[in-house]
């Protein structure tokens, strides 16, 4: 386990926060004594593990670094315009047997998010592991895994600023796009008052945020608008107090629509809008697959949406998780049910 020391940092705009220095200069030495970083990115990668993934590679170019970036899956096209995403290569297996690479792993939570072979590393693999997931395993060489930080692009902010790394503007855009995409630009609650001294910094450095938000949020195609339609037209709520809220999507709907596969992204939060509703769970029949892909959104006071997703083999935030079912689609809703139900009543004897 890494030791936490909080100690004062100065941010290059004078702002002051409490984090761990020790841990982010040693994970910044470990960075700068490498002649060449490996960088990996999450299967379905998404904003933080985009926006951090080339906000590192750009600041591994201004070293003199070879760098190379890699991920199992595309980079969503929403996030075409951050820089270094054109050298962002999909690689499904790794051969991690260098001495001489350091192989970073970005929001990753285990060996298993993302490129295969990690587990088969020779032992002169040097890992460096940050990222903020709750059920990360810290399975790197050195570990810089803050669970209470926003985003991975917010604990890499954290090394550059430490370090004193030039953040150029194009590094702040990748940041900034990190971070506004994991806290639900800033209304999620793992937004701390560190996040927005971080955004403060970001935007010193001449970020456009209207630019972001045009290319991250409002880039939505009306194909993927209508599949959203399909899904909203069918929500269903149960629990005493109606607190819980489920919808889904079948092959069908995707072909009616001429919607694809990433459409649904964002589409579960869309349930949480409504008045009351404290947990929301989307089940997608997927190509790819051919499984149940089922995410779960939860706010506070209701049972951690990790919590449900665990239960059913999956993980990752306590109020954004998801998993997997090798079912039906109607096994899938009936199983679901089933357990946001039990889970909920061991939470409230338990938990509350
Ligand atoms: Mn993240």
Redesign the pocket.
């Known amino acids: 386990m890494n030791q936490m020391k909080n100690e004062a940092v100065k941010t290059t705009s004078g702002i002051s926060l409490c984090v761990s220095r020790e841990l982010m200069l040693e994970v910044a030495a470990m960075l700068d004594s490498a002649p060449s970083w490996v960088i990996f990115s999450h299967s379905k990668p998404?904003g933080?593990?985009i926006g951090s993934g080339a906000a590192l590679f750009e600041a591994g170019l201004a070293k003199g670094k070879r760098v190379r970036w890699f991920g199992t899956d595309p980079a969503p096209p929403n996030l075409f315009f951050l820089p270094h995403v054109g050298e962002y290569a999909i690689q499904k297996k790794y051969k991690f047997d260098s001495g001489d690479d350091l192989y970073v792993f970005l929001?990753s939570a285990n060996e298993d998010r993302g490129v295969e072979g990690l587990r088969e590393r020779t032992p002169d693999a040097v890992v460096l592991n940050i990222?903020?997931?709750e059920d990360n395993t810290e399975y790197g060489t050195l570990n810089y895994v803050d669970r209470r930080a926003s985003?991975?692009s917010e604990i890499l902010w954290r090394v550059f600023t430490a370090a004193n790394w030039p953040i150029t503007q194009t590094i702040a855009e990748s940041l900034y796009t990190?971070v506004v995409s994991?806290t639900g630009w800033f209304a999620f609650n793992n937004t701390s008052s560190s996040t927005h001294l971080m955004a403060a910094d970001l935007l010193s450095k001449g970020i456009n945020p209207p630019r972001i938000d045009a290319n991250v949020r409002h880039n939505r195609s009306l194909e993927g608008m209508r599949l959203w339609g399909v899904a909203l037209t069918r929500v269903t709520c149960w629990g005493e107090r109606l607190q819980f809220a489920m919808t889904w999507l079948e092959r069908r709907d995707f072909a009616v629509t001429n919607a694809i596969d990433s459409d649904t992204a964002m589409l579960v939060n869309q349930m949480m809008m409504v008045r009351g509703i404290r947990f929301a769970v989307l089940l997608t029949e997927e190509a790819e697959s051919g499984q149940i892909k089922v995410n779960f959104r939860s706010k506070e006071g209701i049972v951690p949406a990790a919590f449900v997703a665990r239960t059913l083999g999956g993980g990752g935030h306590p109020r954004a998780a998801g998993t997997h079912l090798a079912l039906s689609l109607n096994e899938a809703i009936r199983v679901v049910q089933e357990t946001v139900d039990k889970v909920y009543a061991e939470w409230i004897l338990t938990d509350r």
Do not use: K, N, Q, V
């Open positions: 998404d933080d593990s929001d990222d903020h997931h985003s991975t990190g994991d």
